[in-house]
């Protein structure tokens, strides 16, 4: 399905085919993000993403470039993450070429204009404050700080005000010779691309400049002898609340048993929270769990917007799940469940050139390998009931949680207790 080639640079060239489609989904992933950072600069990598579509040598203005974009009917978009960041414009297979000239010329020539950047200060300090004024948004981001402490893993992928108004042209040009060597990048096309992937990659990014690569800051778990509570006072009609703590990374391969422990516990309107939080009792409206995995850690997160005056109980609920998991043995009816829902939303997010895209691209940066999506189905499909007893009981012990809360509570004690018992 799909096929990798290396320029010369050392850029890695990744091609998925779909000759069905009329579309092409043309993304760079570069293998940094926010954890490549440190407090003088916190936020850049965010930053430079933002900056990226405003203006190149080629095509000098923001304005030039969507209107390119928006003249071929193309759309285009970028993300940061913890460890990586995305370009990506997805358009017309016929006009795959201008998508990989405007790309490859943000790389290669960014203008990174003194106004431009003065300017976007004020959008990034915004979008942070929207987040902050989100509070299930924001839940997120401290609990990433209280579970990960003052590491980058545990920094705001935004950054903060301060450190945002501070950056000048320089910090994001020392920021691109730091990380963004052609050998850290992968250039992913994924749609009907025939088999003028290489073509193009040569044409367009075969004279990107080199550069040596720093190595992200390791984070080291230092363990934790006793659970965590961090509340946020803040005036809202819920508690918003995450709970859960570190867990596997990306070359452990108990993530797998991890990942359909989320999936029981709160993917989908039949799974154990949704029902025991939600549908029994009504203490919520939202209720999920998700896993996260990154290069030398993971993280399970339960997230609630729970009932202001029954948010006692709703922990309460969630905790008794936790521990039901730790003592008995999922059926395999259950089991087979959620392994054939994984199995079939992989099947639906497959078909999205932009998810195929990201899926490919984050592995090749982060990994250096791939794992094929009937590759990653097969090890979740070995994952035995005895396993996710035996994950439960490691990520699931009392001390090893953290419970971040938004929400106008004023003292923690009530919400300790429930972690001790």
Known sequence: MYKISTLKNGLTLITIDLPHLDSVTTMVAVGAGSRNEDRRIGGIAHFF????????RKYPTALEISTLVDGIGAINNAFTSKEFTGYWIKSASDQVELATDIISSGLSEPILAEEEIT???????????????????????????????DTPMGWNIIGEEKV??????????????????????ALVFAGKIGDRGEELAEKYFSNLPDYQNQKPQTF????????????????TDQ????????????SDPRRYAAYLLASLLGESMSSRLFTEVREKRGLAYHVSADVEDYRDSGMLA???????????????????????????????EELKKVKEMQKGRMAIRSE?????????????????????SD?????????????LMVVAKDLFQLQKLNLQVIGPLRSAAPLEKILKT
């Open 49 to 56: 993403e933002h900056m990226f579509f405003k203006g190149s």
């Open 220 to 235: 080291k778990p230092t363990g934790q002898p006793k659970a965590k509570v961090n509340i946020s006072y803040k005036k």
């Open 164 to 185: 945002i108004q501070s950056f000048a042209r320089r910090d994001f040009q020392d920021f691109i010779k730091s990380f963004y060597s052609p050998k850290n990048m």
């Open 352 to 372: 999205s050139t932009n998810y195929l895209a990201q899926f490919y691209g984050l592995q090749w940066v982060i990994d250096r390998k791939i794992e094929t």
């Open 239 to 250: 508690v918003n609340i995450v709970l859960g703590g570190l867990s596997y990374d990306r």
């Open 302 to 332: 339960i997230y609630a917007g729970l009932k202001l005056e029954k948010a006692l109980e709703g922990m309460k609920v969630i905790l008794e799940q936790l521990e039901r998991l730790k003592v008995e043995s999922v059926t395999e």
């Open 375 to 387: 590759q990653y189905l097969e090890k979740l499909n070995r994952v035995s009931a005895e396993d």
């Open 119 to 149: 300017k976007e200060k004020g959008v990034i300090v915004e979008e942070r404050r929207m987040y902050q004024d989100n509070p299930a948004r924001w839940v997120y981001d401290l609990f990433f700080e209280l579970v990960f402490g």
